[in-house]
Nanobody
Framework: QVHLVESGVDSVQAGGSLRLSCLLSQYDYRPGCMAWFRQGPGKQREWISSIYTDGAARHAYSVAGRFTITQDNADYTLYLQMNSLKPEDTAEYYC????????????????WGQGTRVTVSS
C-alpha cells in the first residue's frame, strides 16, 4: 500500500509560478516511478511528467520547458515546479506512483493522490 498526499499554493496569475509537493508514505517498496497527471474542466485526465528511480525525467510536450519534476532521494517526496503558467494549465493535479508500470499511461498507475486544484487566472 502506498499513500500519496499533494500540497501546494493553488492559485496564481498567468505568467506566475507554483510548486506542488507530494508526500510518499506508508510504502513497502519504493515505486519504480512517480508522476504528475492533471484533469482540466471537462477534459480527460492527462499525463504531464514522470520521474524514474535512475533520476530520468520525462515531460509532456504541453509543459516541456515550463514544468520540472524532481524527487527528494532522502524521503522520496515528489515535486512539480511550474513556471510561466497559463490559464489552460488550470486543472486538478494528481500525484501518482507505479511499482512496475511506465507512469505515462493512466492505466499503468497503481496509486493516486487525492488531487489538488490549481487555478491560473488571466
Amino acid at each position: 500500500q502506498v499513500h500519496l498526499v499533494e500540497s501546494g499554493v493553488d492559485s496564481v496569475q498567468a505568467g506566475g509560478s507554483l510548486r506542488l509537493s507530494c508526500l510518499l508514505s506508508q510504502y513497502d517498496y519504493r515505486p519504480g516511478c512517480m508522476a504528475w497527471f492533471r484533469q482540466g474542466p471537462g477534459k480527460q485526465r492527462e499525463w504531464i511528467s514522470s520521474i524514474y528511480t535512475d533520476g530520468a525525467a520525462r515531460h509532456a510536450y504541453s509543459v516541456a520547458g515550463r514544468f520540472t519534476i524532481t524527487q527528494d532521494n532522502a524521503d522520496y517526496t515528489l515535486y512539480l515546479q511550474m513556471n510561466s503558467l497559463k490559464p489552460e494549465d488550470t486543472a486538478e493535479y494528481y500525484c501518482a506512483a507505479s511499482v512496475y508500470g511506465t507512469c505515462i499511461a493512466a492505466g499503468s498507475i497503481d496509486y493516486w493522490g487525492q488531487g489538488t486544484r490549481v487555478t491560473v487566472s488571466s
